[in-house]
């Protein structure tokens, strides 16, 4: 008897392997720029004192770069039909890492070390007292200069000192101050770190040697006198530098300094990256770059141009061509300025300011007097107080602050005015003013409105006043019936805050 034949089973489809996940490209992506910024370090393009600026400044551009690429990922695996690759817990430690650090790098950025440590009793050089004995060592080094020639000075610890000489001679004078355990050891480091004058072509260069013995701290300070005429640049990493009574180009360059640059007939630049520069009584222009604790610029007979940050003042005063100013905070050009200016953290004030003037700021109070020409201002979270003394066309965009503009009192214009949960207010009779509760206006025209106001302000008032300063009879009170809001006469003397 045959055995019964079993019936095949039935065909059960096999699914498919499910999509392979793409392996995510942040981790290279992330090795390149790690990479490259420190090729930029090794190669000297960027200091490593620039790099960490940049990092405390704008370390949240690595989480956007990354979201970016997680979003390119996610769109392409949704394309694709797999599964977008995750973070991970390496990622997720790659980014609390880049959070802290940032953190605490923006944190030490905003420190004023300097005032710490002069809190402290702490003063520079203090500590490296800990690594030996210290001891003096003179020197003077003299040779003829030549017709014609230039300076350049290498230093890149201690001061440098330059003045006119009465001769036709180059004359160092070296005071060293050496750290070491003996006086044997002093005297060897002392021979290693001798200062030396080269010359090649029209360029004579004085370097100090400072680093010449390896790690030893050297503090090697260098008096110099020469031709007047000789134009000089200075490389100094820390260190005072004062340059006076020359007349040929000065160009500075230093890293922890107290620079004062006088009496100049050529162009200055310096360019550095910490503690104060004063510049005064130079015919020619001024360039400071960098981030400074302060700067004071006075008596310029060209222009002067300031790019960078300064973390506590910045003075101007009497310099005669285009000054121009520029900040992550504030953005400034104008003209010239007769009077002076004064900038600091929370406040710009300012006199004789010559237009065009072109300001761009946030969150400071800002006071400006005597001013002629045209003005282009913006603040956010401060008041503006514009004096004109001789009007141009001018506009004034402000936010949670209150806005006042004194014209002269004989002056035309056509006057355009808005405030938005403000009051408006006017002495000028001719000027239509309507206040409302969500937003006032004033439009109108005074003499033969040659010049055009157009005054805007967000969640505060404006007041157009006349500038009693400059007239010999006090305004006459507004007519009643007339629209607007009669003023009373504005104080001779306004009220200055603290800087």
């Given at each position: 008897?045959?055995?019964?034949?079993?019936?095949?089973?039935?065909?059960?489809?096999?699914?498919?392997?499910?999509?392979?996940?793409?392996?995510?490209?942040?981790?290279?992506?992330?090795?390149?720029?790690?990479?490259?910024?420190?090729?930029?370090?090794?190669?000297?393009?960027?200091?490593?004192?620039?790099?960490?600026?940049?990092?405390?400044?704008?370390?949240?551009?690595?989480?956007?770069?990354?979201?970016?690429?997680?979003?390119?990922?996610?769109?392409?695996?949704?394309?694709?039909?797999?599964?977008?690759?995750?973070?991970?817990?390496?990622?997720?430690?790659?980014?609390?890492?880049?959070?802290?650090?940032?953190?605490?790098?923006?944190?030490?950025?905003?420190?004023?070390?300097?005032?710490?440590?002069?809190?402290?009793?702490?003063?520079?050089?203090?500590?490296?007292?800990?690594?030996?004995?210290?001891?003096?060592?003179?020197?003077?080094?003299?040779?003829?200069?030549?017709?014609?020639?230039?300076?350049?000075i290498i230093d890149t610890r201690g001061a440098v000192s330059v003045h006119a000489s009465e001769d036709n001679k180059i004359n160092v004078v070296v005071r060293k101050r050496v750290r070491a355990e003996s006086q044997g050891d002093a005297d060897k480091y002392n021979e290693e770190t001798k200062p030396a004058i080269t010359v090649i072509g029209g360029l004579v260069t004085i370097d100090a040697k400072a680093e010449a013995a390896g790690n030893h701290a050297i503090d090697t300070d260098l008096d110099i006198s020469l031709p007047r005429k000789a134009p000089v640049t200075i490389n100094s990493r820390r260190g005072d530098v004062v340059v006076a009574s020359r007349e040929g180009n000065v160009d500075i360059s230093a890293l922890r300094s107290d620079t004062s640059v006088e009496d100049i007939t050529g162009n200055v630049k310096v360019s550095q990256e910490k503690g104060s520069v004063r510049i005064s009584q130079i015919n020619g222009d001024v360039r400071v770059e960098g981030r400074l604790d302060s700067i004071d610029v006075a008596d310029i007979k060209g222009g002067a141009q300031l790019d960078g940050e300064f973390s506590e003042s910045v003075k101007l005063a009497r310099i005669t061509k285009n000054v121009s100013f520029k900040s992550t905070r504030t953005d400034m050009e104008f003209s010239k300025i007769d009077g002076d200016l004064d900038l600091d953290s929370d406040d710009l004030r300012a006199t004789q300011i010559a237009g065009p003037l072109h300001l761009t700021t946030r969150s400071k109070n800002i006071h400006l007097e005597d001013v002629s020409g045209d003005v282009r201002l913006q603040d956010n979270n401060g008041e503006v107080e514009v004096g004109m003394r001789t009007l141009g066309n001018v506009q004034i965009d402000n936010r949670s602050g209150d806005l006042r503009l004194l014209l002269p009192e004989h002056a035309s214009f056509r006057m355009d005015a808005r405030a938005r949960d403000g009051e408006i207010q006017s002495e000028f009779e001719a000027l239509k003013v309507e206040n409302s509760d969500r937003e006032s206006r004033a439009n109108g025209t005074v003499g033969s409105g040659a010049a055009h106001i157009v005054l805007n302000n967000e969640h505060s008032g404006i007041e157009i006043r006349r500038n009693t300063a400059q007239t010999a009879h006090p305004p006459q009170p507004q007519p009643p019936g007339k629209p607007g809001k009669n003023l009373p006469p504005p104080k001779d003397n306004v009220e200055e805050s603290d800087n």
């Open positions: 008897m045959s055995s019964p034949v079993m019936p095949p089973p039935p065909f059960v489809p096999v699914p498919p392997a499910p999509p392979r996940r793409h392996r995510s490209f942040t981790g290279p992506f992330v090795l390149i720029v790690v990479g490259v910024v420190c090729l930029l370090g090794t190669m000297g393009v960027l200091s490593w004192g620039r790099l960490r600026h940049l990092f405390a400044d704008y370390w949240p551009l690595l989480l956007i770069l990354w979201g970016v690429i997680k979003l390119i990922e996610y769109k392409q695996a949704q394309r694709e039909g797999t599964r977008a690759p995750g973070i991970g817990a390496g990622g997720i430690f790659l980014v609390v890492t880049i959070i802290t650090l940032g953190l605490i790098a923006t944190s030490v950025e905003r420190v004023n070390w300097h005032e710490v440590g002069s809190n402290m009793g702490i003063e520079d050089g203090d500590l490296d007292n800990l690594f030996g004995q210290k001891y003096d060592f003179d020197d003077h080094l003299e040779q003829d200069f030549p017709a014609g020639a230039s300076l350049k």
